[in-house]
Antibody, heavy 117, light 107 residues
Framework: EVQLLESGGGLVQPGGSLRLSCVAS????????INWVRQAPGKGLEWVST????????YYADSVKGRFTISRDNSKNTLFLQMNSLRAEDTAVYYC??????????WGQGTLVTVSS | EIVMTQSPATLSVSPGERATLSCRAS??????LAWYQQKPGQAPRLLIF???TRATGIPARFSGGGSGTEFTLTISSLQSEDFAVYYC?????????FGQGTRLEIK
């Protein structure tokens, strides 16, 4: 069974940092690109970032470029999202989602990030 | 950026009836279009990819159509568990973009 489990969310002050993790199981992790998608409270879905299966290519939404860094440890079946210079508008549930075609055939349950003083 | 526009924002339909949801892209995405269902407090679930291919385990009452810039998701006979929010997503170009969602509610 394909499973994705996010962790690392929490309350952080504006300007602070947080590192999210997503542990994958039930599939060959090294064969899949993985995506981060977020959802602000009561709002729609927003793609954040993607990393290729090898980790050699990364892509970012303009809203997070230069502040967030996506990475993966294929030896540990784990995806990361390092989030720096956090803003109130980054408050959202962050989901990891597997795949390229489409960008999200399986999703984790999400982790909530709240940016507030 | 490819803008995805869904209509209507809210659709009220009675159980057992047919529902048709629309998604329009600001430029051609060919068939690189997916549909997701999201229920309150849950992660999105993939329903359709490549515009018309049902994902694993998705009932046959869900069907997708269209190509280029105009797409539809049809639910042939609504069940109680189908009332949710539906999103389309294009994955042909960066940035990946979603529509704003259509809320399907019980009439």
């Amino acid at each position: 069974e394909v499973q994705l489990l996010e962790s690392g969310g929490g309350l952080v002050q504006p300007g602070g940092s947080l590192r999210l993790s997503c542990v994958a199981s039930g599939f060959t992790f090294t064969s899949y690109a993985i995506n981060w998608v977020r959802q602000a409270p009561g709002k729609g879905l927003e793609w954040v970032s993607t990393i290729s299966s090898s980790g050699g290519s990364t892509y970012y939404a303009d809203s997070v470029k230069g502040r967030f860094t996506i990475s993966r440890d294929n030896s540990k079946n784990t995806l990361f999202l390092q989030m720096n210079s956090l803003r109130a508008e980054d408050t959202a549930v962050y989901y990891c989602a597997r795949g390229s075609q489409p960008r999200g055939d399986y999703w984790g349950q999400g982790t909530l990030v709240t940016v507030s003083s | 950026e490819i803008v995805m526009t869904q209509s209507p924002a809210t659709l009220s339909v009675s159980p057992g009836e047919r529902a048709t949801l629309s998604c329009r892209a600001s430029q051609s995405v060919s068939s690189n279009l997916a549909w997701y269902q999201q229920k309150p407090g849950q992660a999105p679930r993939l329903l359709i990819f490549s515009a018309s291919t049902r994902a694993t385990g998705i009932p046959a009452r869900f069907s997708g159509g269209g190509s280029g810039t105009e797409f539809t998701l049809t639910i042939s006979s609504l069940q109680s568990e189908d009332f949710a929010v539906y999103y389309c997503q294009q994955y042909v170009n960066w940035p990946i973009t979603f529509g704003q969602g259509t809320r399907l509610e019980i009439k």
